[in-house]
């Protein structure tokens, strides 16, 4: 029996990026306290979700589940149930082990941010039963606010700013931004945006493979937090 | 009575979970795609593992391989082979030992094996 995807009758609040980010922080900080340091990329997401959090969590047929094409996870609040799309399985697409895993940290990031607020809204209560509906769920290029929030949340648990500092500039030898005019910009697109974005993905790709994440992740993050800039500001002391 | 096939995967993923693996982790490990160790711990597969695999599984974990097999509804590989190479003693054997005691069976292994060193002593 096909289930209805999740609509969109639960608002969530308006949340600045500064409170997401450190959630994101805080949640590392637990699991540093319980196991150990993370020391170095890659975060360990998957132990995060299941031996610390104790999310069940399985790898399942959800567009068919769901009756959705673009279905990519979702999550279970009632079952504490993360599911992801099985065409991500990266035993059997290894190239797909970034969006795997930034898939994971979203959904641990409607966990964080969202179970809480719905928990308080009476008329979400059917979330909270056995076999209940998914409260939400991951579609490829969706935008809506809490897919945003979720997003924003994985991107910051996966690629926490220091430890990207400091990757950057072991990589790097220097804490300096790359401006986008340095780099090759092919002619792939009609769109100049377009193959500045691929440019800038080719480039990041030795820091993504690190994190474990996707090129498109990491340059959307060194973009962030300005390693990844359109030009270079001139130094007033240089 | 519950799905032995849930009952199977709900005390692998709670054994796996305490021995601290994740699930791609402790796939890799059994040699199996995550997918289908999802599947098997949620008792949602068709294909439900092997005696072998089950073995394997268990192995991993520390637990007692032959328990975990029956638990999975599989039978040991081993034990196909000793029924048929005595198609009538056997089941006779294993019908009359039917409904002793998990005490008294320990006892009577004892006494079969007993009897199989004093019959090599013979030989």
Redesign the interface.
Same mark, same amino acid.
């Given at each position: 029996m096909k289930r209805r995807i999740a609509n969109r009758k639960y608002k969530v609040p308006f949340l600045p990026e500064k409170r997401i980010e450190d959630q994101a922080q805080l949640l590392l900080d637990e699991w540093a306290e319980a196991h150990a340091p993370i020391a170095e990329p890659p975060v360990p997401i998957e132990e995060i979700l299941e031996l610390h959090l104790g999310l069940d969590f399985c790898l399942a047929d959800l567009r068919t589940e769901l009756g959705h094409p673009d279905v990519l996870g979702g999550i279970w609040f009632g079952d504490r149930l993360i599911k992801v799309d099985q065409s991500l399985d990266p035993s059997i697409q290894p190239k797909l082990l970034g969006r795997y895993r930034f898939t994971l940290a979203h959904e641990v990031g409607h966990w964080r941010l969202h179970r809480q607020h719905l928990m308080d809204d009476p008329s979400a209560r059917s979330l909270f039963e056995a076999n209940c509906e998914p409260a939400f769920v991951q579609r490829a290029g969706d935008d809506a606010p809490e897919e945003f929030q979720a997003n924003a949340f994985a991107s910051r648990a996966l690629m926490p700013q220091q430890m990207v500092y400091e990757a950057w500039a072991q990589w790097r030898g220097s804490h300096d931004p790359v401006a986008i005019a340095d780099l090759d910009v092919g002619d792939y697109h009609a769109d100049r945006q377009a193959n500045e974005q691929v440019a800038m993905e080719r480039f990041c790709k030795p820091l993504a493979r690190e994190f474990d994440v996707s090129a498109q992740a990491m340059r959307i993050r060194l973009e962030k937090i300005e390693l990844l800039v359109k030009e270079v500001q001139p130094r007033l002391f240089s | 009575m519950a799905d032995p096939r849930k009952v199977f995967g709900d005390l692998l $993923?709670a054994t796996r979970?305490a021995k601290?693996y994740?699930? $791609?982790?402790f796939?890799?490990m059994a040699d199996m *795609?995550?997918?289908y160790l *999802?599947?098997v711990?949620?008792g949602?597969t068709d294909r439900p593992p092997t005696a072998e695999r089950v073995r394997t599984m268990a192995e991993l974990l520390g637990q007692n391989a032959d328990e975990w097999t029956a638990i999975a509804g599989r039978i040991p590989d081993d034990l196909t082979d000793i029924i048929t190479g005595e198609p009538q003693a056997m089941p006779e054997l294993l019908r009359a030992a039917k409904g002793l005691t998990a005490d008294e069976l320990r006892k009577l292994t004892e006494q079969i094996r007993e009897q199989q060193k004093d019959g090599g002593k013979q030989e």
């Open positions: - | $993923r979970i601290g994740t699930l $791609r982790k796939a890799e *795609s995550p997918t *999802s599947q711990e949620q949602k």
